[in-house]
């Protein structure tokens, strides 16, 4: 059994985990810590566990084997060495941390400490994600030479009463996120569309506050890719009824993904018409559940140590693009972490 102590409800999934916690025979809730003590200490009664208020307490148990990381995005670096250093293996909502510099040092860490860390980038298991994966490795799209993705919702759209939406307000709060849409809701696209479209070189993103809630409600980003491929990254906070799309264009087909709906046309299958796929290849486990086999039986993870940095890098270089004006070359980024010593 694995004993775990869970850090924080701050987060919208928090509750998601403890679910998934919950569900897996191998895994047992000891205690909860909460840097809202009273939100803490509800959630530890509902759970029927110990509130422990000192952090420190919490990681120096020796009957804690892990944590679970939903705390404001600002705590994770401090927390996650904090626990890594204390022996812990560390399960973390995305992202992992501001800057691809405190990645590097995290995952340094870790690896120093001989802990295991995952962070939930729960897309990259899902059965359409490895359809598209499959599309591109087969070349049955040709040379990629697009690939948009889109994930929107109404979460900062003023309900009837005037309020900010149904989103937490300190999902505003750009100090505990670091931002807004694109760092949180946008992380989903940002690591599919690197993924499908391999090494991204630069960008140019907007990230727009239409709402003035102090952080992006509504943004996009321009990636280009080493291969040639661009790729278009849409997310925002003010979108009723926007599905998930996933679109992959090439020079011998296009894959078209609006949520459960797949069609594929491609000049090397069927005469170049319209295939709407009927069986997928099945999900891979979820994040959680590979941080678990990882830990008991040292398998290797499906979600990588460079999906993880990659998302911060892509988000940190579109900030300074939205800052400053400009495209961004992302060895901007990348060279000065070397100057640090960092990479």
């Keep these: 059994m694995i004993y775990v102590a869970l850090l924080s409800r701050w987060h ?21 810590w909460d840097e809202d003590i009273e939100r803490g200490r509800k959630w530890a009664e509902e759970l029927g566990v110990p509130f422990e208020q000192d952090l420190q307490s919490v990681l120096a148990n020796p009957s804690i084997d892990a944590i679970v990381v939903n705390t404001p995005t600002n705590l994770h670096k401090e927390i996650i060495l904090a626990a890594a250093k204390n022996k812990k293996h560390i399960f973390t909502e995305k992202v992992l941390a501001f800057s691809v510099k405190d990645c590097e040092e995290i995952f340094d860490t870790v690896k120093a400490h001989g802990v295991n860390l995952m962070v939930s980038l729960p897309r990259l298991t899902m059965d359409y994600y490895l359809y598209a994966q499959k599309v591109v490795d087969k070349g049955w799209l040709g040379k ?17 009463g005037g309020t900010q939406g149904w989103l937490p307000e300190r999902f505003f709060d750009k100090e505990q996120c670091g931002g807004g849409s694109l760092i949180d809701l946008g992380a989903h696209p940002i690591y599919l569309t690197n993924r499908l479209a391999g090494k991204a070189q630069a960008l140019h993103a907007r990230l727009q506050q239409t709402n003035n809630l102090g952080v992006d409600d509504n943004a996009v980003v321009l990636l280009e890719y080493e291969s040639g491929a661009l790729g278009v990254i849409e997310t925002s906070f003010l979108s009723n009824g926007s599905p998930f799309q996933l679109e992959l264009y090439g020079t011998e087909g296009t894959l078209l993904i609006e949520n459960e709906q797949i069609r594929l046309k491609s000049s090397q299958l069927e005469e170049g018409e319209w295939i709407n796929p009927v069986e997928l290849k099945p999900s891979l486990p979820m994040p959680l559940e590979q941080w678990v086999a990882i830990i008991k039986d040292g398998t290797v993870s499906t979600i990588t140590k460079e999906d993880v940095i990659n998302l911060t890098l892509i988000n940190e270089a579109a900030a300074l693009s939205h800052k400053e004006s400009r495209r961004i070359e992302l060895k901007e980024i990348v060279e000065k972490c070397i100057v640090n010593n960092v990479l």
Excluded: F
């Excluded at 919208?12 to 909860?32: C, G, P």
């Design 12 to 32: 919208v999934h928090a509750d998601d985990y403890e679910r998934e916690i919950r569900e897996n025979k191998h895994l047992s809730v000891q205690l909860v």
């Design 144 to 160: 990629l030479t697009m690939v948009r993705c889109r994930l929107a919702h109404n979460g900062a759209v003023p309900n009837k």
